[in-house]
């Protein structure tokens, strides 16, 4: 039985180790767009189904109670039912799966986008197409609950790191320059696209270069896409 336990906790220690490694960049940008969106007026909207609905009342409690005297109150939700009337653009969509999506959450996921909000997809397994994306590598719902959980507390405590930085909070203009810049695609939402260069992202209209998609490398110019880059 001891044997057994030490098995146990070794593979959640190891599953945990290698997430919080390999998705550190991401778990800070992740961070960062939350906090700028919560500045910006946004509710942070949590959803998710079966074990999952117990997570998102939990992440939507975070924000709402802060565990530490003196840190902000938050607006967020988890709505049991029909979440998806509640989001606006410029909302935080939180949804949670401990293994692949369910269609109830990936259809809250897709309307989230469709309606401009920001989206934070946690699942197991594989990756979904999200703003921020992180899947659990285990096929154990219990292991990718647990470092699911480990990481909405990471993100309680990043976002209020950035408050105390409230300059890092600022419209950052990245295509702003005398020269045009090339850039990545990360997202698109709105029949705009989202690009990211040097850990900053700018949403820019494509109508030059459309259509466009994840990955796409383009060069920019004053908010607009002038032109692929192969």
């Not at 938050?74 to 606006?88: E, H």
């Not at 999200?130 to 719902?141: G, I, R, T, Y």
């Not at 997202?187 to 466009?212: M, Q, S, T, Y």
Request: aromatic share 4%.
């Amino acid at each position: 039985m001891i044997e057994r336990l030490q098995l146990l906790v070794a593979e959640r220690e190891r599953v945990l180790g290698h997430f919080l490694e390999s998705e550190q960049r991401e778990i800070a940008l992740a961070c960062h767009s939350i906090a700028r969106a919560f500045s910006r007026g946004g509710t942070l909207v949590a959803y998710g189904v079966d074990s999952a609905e117990t997570d998102a009342a939990h992440v939507a409690v975070e924000f709402m109670h802060p565990v530490i005297v003196g840190k902000r109150a938050l607006p967020a939700l988890a709505p049991p039912n029909d979440v998806r009337g509640v989001l606006r653009s410029g909302d935080i969509a939180v949804s949670i799966a401990h293994g692949a999506e369910p269609a109830p959450v990936r259809a809250f996921r897709e309307q989230a986008r469709h309606r401009g909000a920001l989206t934070i997809a946690l699942t197991g397994g594989d990756r979904v197409d999200s703003d921020h994306a992180f899947a659990v590598p285990s096929e154990d719902p219990q292991v990718v609950q647990e470092v699911q959980e480990t990481l909405y507390h990471v993100f309680w405590e990043l976002v209020h790191v950035f408050f105390e930085h409230p300059g890092l909070l600022d419209d950052a203009c990245i295509t702003c320059g005398d020269v045009a810049i090339q850039a990545r695609v990360v997202a698109v939402r709105n029949g705009n696209a989202v690009i990211e260069k040097d850990g900053l992202r700018e949403e820019v209209a494509v109508e030059l270069v459309a259509p466009v998609d994840v990955g796409d490398m383009l060069l920019c110019h004053a908010g607009v896409a002038l032109e692929r880059v192969e």
